[in-house]
């Protein structure tokens, strides 16, 4: 069966990475959101603590940590409803990604709708369930006919846009009104660039269940959580999602006839990372050094930077189509993600992603600023 899957876009990168592999000083990649830091030790210790893992773990997750995970969205999060019930550790955000529209039940003549500058994977979720995927602009682009799930990200991959509080509560408005369930992918709202995000008694950027955004009730939507960037855990696939509790038992039914299961140690270390906080602000503190230094050696060099409030990527532009601006950094050894991997909306910036050691970063501020 054909599945209408787009080409991988990373493949068309690479005639650029070999020209940035030539430079002298060797390539400067910032082109793919792969934390490079060490995995905190504390999540370390806490997976080799729990190696022991013979028997099965739950789909669901223990009790003690989808109570964690509660206990964190009303820390971290102003989301002080969250059910436990309505919980469920993921294997990484992007499987949630790419097959929660299958797991609801959503088929040929439903309409998955996106952001027009947007993660491919919610694209590609749509076409898995034989859906129709639907870049949009805004919600007034449906008239009378609304999607059966939409998808919203804020903090935005690739372009870092955050939605506020007053923009949040319209789309939840709008999604009860037609019947919509809204998942709402929020991985990077740690990550918070603007003056006093998530700092002691400030809010990052807010989530879907945030108590100023759905006012605790919960029904209809998902928030979509992952601590790859926030606390280095990448190759641990550690996510999860919380909302409507009837919902997320939709799913953790379809998944245990699937065997979709977080293993037993990750879980451990899911509920450690969610009740330590320290962590992830001396994560957030490298990044935004890195960021201090890229952000202005970009704009010197003649690049603007739009939106990237917040989030592990600047999104940036020379005003003109981003192949060619992807080939001027190739000549200078960096390579970036080129805008139009996210949309055609996207087609005049590049990604360029915080995600390189700090030498890297150096390296790529002296080339950026040389002459």
């Known amino acids: 069966m054909a599945l209408n899957l787009p080409d991988f ?45 013979h028997g099965y773990p739950q789909v669901w997750g223990t009790p003690d940590l989808r109570e964690a995970i509660a206990a964190w969205y009303a820390r971290r999060r102003n989301a002080s409803h969250v059910d436990p019930d309505g919980v469920m550790p993921t294997v990484g955000s992007k499987e ?12 040929a003549g439903d309409v998955v709708a996106f ?43 690739p372009n870092g846009k955050v939605l506020g509080v007053e923009h949040l509560k319209k789309v939840v408005d709008w999604a009860r009104a037609r019947g919509v369930i809204v998942a709402s992918d929020e991985c990077y709202a740690e990550l918070d660039w603007r003056d006093g995000a998530g700092e002691a008694g400030q809010l990052s950027a807010p989530s879907i269940l945030d108590d100023r955004v759905c006012g605790g009730d919960h029904t209809g939507l998902l928030s979509v959580y992952s601590l790859s960037k926030q606390s280095s855990l990448a190759g641990y696939r550690a996510s999860f999602v919380a909302g409507d509790p009837a919902i997320v038992k939709q799913l953790v039914d379809v998944r245990k006839h699937a065997g979709m299961i977080v293993p037993w140690p990750v879980q451990r270390v899911l509920k450690t990372a ?47 189509p981003c192949r060619e601006s992807i080939d001027a950094l190739a000549e200078l050894g960096i390579l970036a993600a080129p805008g139009d991997f996210y949309g055609v909306a996207g087609e005049q910036h590049v990604r360029i992603a915080l995600t390189a050691t700090d030498e890297r970063v150096d390296a790529a501020v002296r080339r950026l600023t040389a002459g």
Do not use: C
């Not at 940035?20 to 000083?25: G, K, L, Q, V």
């Not at 830091?37 to 022991?52: E, H, K, M, S, V």
């Open 9 to 53: 876009p990373w493949d068309s990168l690479a005639a650029a990475k070999a020209r940035a592999s030539e430079h002298p000083d060797g390539i400067v990649d910032l082109s793919v959101g792969t934390p490079v830091d060490p995995t905190p030790q504390i999540l370390q210790d806490a997976l080799a603590a729990n190696a022991d893992a």
């Open 96 to 107: 949630l990604v790419a097959w929660l529209p299958t797991l609801l039940g959503l088929g």
């Open 115 to 157: 952001p027009e500058v947007a993660y491919p994977t919610y694209d590609v979720g749509a076409r898995l369930a034989g859906a129709t995927p639907r870049p949009m602009r805004g919600l007034t682009e449906f008239g009378p006919q609304a999607p059966k799930l939409l998808w919203i990200n804020s903090p935005g991959n």
């Open 274 to 320: 969610v009740e330590d906080d320290a962590h992830v602000a001396a994560q957030k503190a490298i990044y935004a050094r890195r960021r201090a230094a890229l952000k202005p050696a970009l704009e010197a060099a003649g690049w603007r930077i739009d939106d990237s409030e917040a989030g592990l990527y600047l999104w940036a532009t020379q005003g003109r």
